[in-house]
């Protein structure tokens, strides 16, 4: 992998190869770059792309999938710690080829090019635990 | 409210609690940073969204109003000086159940979950101040 | 042009005059910042949008329009070297009337307002160079 890093490490900016997954290719990237919390955007291409929607009722993520590709027309998230790790949460809008978009939490997807900035928090690391009123590990708010 | 900053004060990520207005939770926790000027990125989900569309001819708000849940795709937006408070600027992309995807200017909305980011601009914060041509409080471009 | 900058030169904040165009507007605001590598966001609105799709296997971008008032709900992107000259790239999210949604590659449109966040990287810049896979100048990934 190669970075291109501010020299106060405040800034990251780098692509993924082509056929990384884009979810396992950001995190991958936090973690050879030390990251333990940022925040991230990513613009590019993908291949194909797995994303959803967590119903809030039933407390269970329910999964999209859009065979073919797709242009990356935001994905914005952040890095942060779970169970001792570094973890990514991100959601995703994607361009079709007629220019209509769909959008939501993103799983994953085949890169095609992703252009990654991550935004080091330079300071103690939010960690993600079981909220019960989610059914998902967030940061405490108070 | 809980907050996780860099030391350097450049880079806050936090989580606004169920129940919260999107748009008032996070003018009130640039408040209680003491954040005069930002970059601001949100995802996360919602029960409700109040969003919008400015007509340029008319200089009005359309309101648009969804009841129920949603992801943020992703919510971008600044902080700036407004009559001398703080005031947030935000637009919203949110996703749906099947995956389509709605947005535009943010008015509020219910927050299940809502992940922060605040990007602080460390020097004089920008001032809206009526920009005739727009009907709308604007920075000054010259 | 006015900007509000951080001291130490990481975030600027500026708006675009209307009548600009969007992709122009910000490549030369970061021209005259003297800016050679970032991360880019915008919001706003528009009058009219020139965006598009790559064709992963043509090779080809294929451009679409759109004449008539849009909110900006999000502008990402990124600042690098290509070909000597600091170039952006920049994807777009942009809400009609209606709420509904179009987006993918920016090729540009005449601005009404754009509010753009410059996140500096204070290092070497990315280089922009011919990658076969792609048909495209992307930075090295490794």
Same mark, same amino acid.
């Given at each position: 992998?190669?970075?291109?890093?501010?020299?106060?490490?405040?800034? +990251?900016?780098?692509?993924?190869?082509?056929?990384?997954?884009?979810? /396992?290719?950001?995190?991958?990237? !936090?973690?050879?770059?030390?990251?333990? !919390?940022?925040?991230?955007q990513?613009?590019?291409?993908?291949?194909?792309?797995?994303?959803?929607?967590?119903?809030?009722?039933?407390?269970?993520?329910?999964?999209?999938?859009?065979?073919? %590709?797709?242009?990356?027309?935001?994905? =914005?998230? =952040?890095?942060?710690?779970?169970?001792?790790?570094a973890?990514? +949460?991100?959601?995703?809008?994607?361009?079709?080829?007629?220019?209509?978009?769909?959008?939501?939490?993103?799983?994953?997807?085949?890169?095609?090019?992703?252009?990654?900035a991550?935004?080091?928090?330079?300071?103690?690391?939010?960690?993600? %635990?079981?909220?019960?009123?989610?059914?998902?590990?967030?940061?405490?708010? /108070?």
């Amino acid at each position: 992998m190669r970075a291109y890093s501010s020299d106060d490490g405040s800034l +990251h900016l780098l692509r993924l190869p082509p056929g990384s997954d884009l979810y /396992e290719g950001v995190t991958e990237a !936090a973690g050879e770059l030390g990251i333990r !919390a940022a925040s991230v955007q990513v613009i590019g291409a993908l291949r194909s792309l797995r994303y959803g929607y967590y119903d809030q009722q039933a407390h269970e993520y329910q999964e999209l999938t859009h065979d073919g %590709e797709l242009e990356i027309a935001s994905a =914005n998230g =952040n890095v942060s710690i779970r169970e001792e790790e570094a973890f990514l +949460h991100m959601h995703v809008v994607a361009g079709k080829e007629d220019g209509s978009t769909i959008g939501g939490h993103l799983f994953g997807g085949e890169v095609f090019v992703a252009e990654v900035a991550f935004h080091v928090l330079g300071g103690e690391a939010p960690v993600r %635990e079981r909220q019960e009123f989610a059914g998902l590990d967030l940061w405490p708010s /108070e």
